[in-house]
């Protein structure tokens, strides 16, 4: 599955082969230099925003799929 983010302050996207909670984690982490991908979740889960179409975390955002 590839997901595109969006950097909602930027209004860059990136693709990300992750499901899209999974993918706007990776892309808020890697923006503050975190690349320690096995703590994401326990991280970062908990600012993970899910909208009725979209998920968000921090400043980044993908769209859910139907």
Known sequence: MTTRVLNLNTGKSTFYIL???SA???AFAQSNHDFNTWDYDER????VIHGS???ACGDFTAMLED
């Open 19 to 21: 499901d899209p909670e």
């Open 53 to 55: 179409r979209t998920v």
């Open 44 to 47: 970062y889960l908990p600012d």
């Open 24 to 26: 706007v984690i990776a």
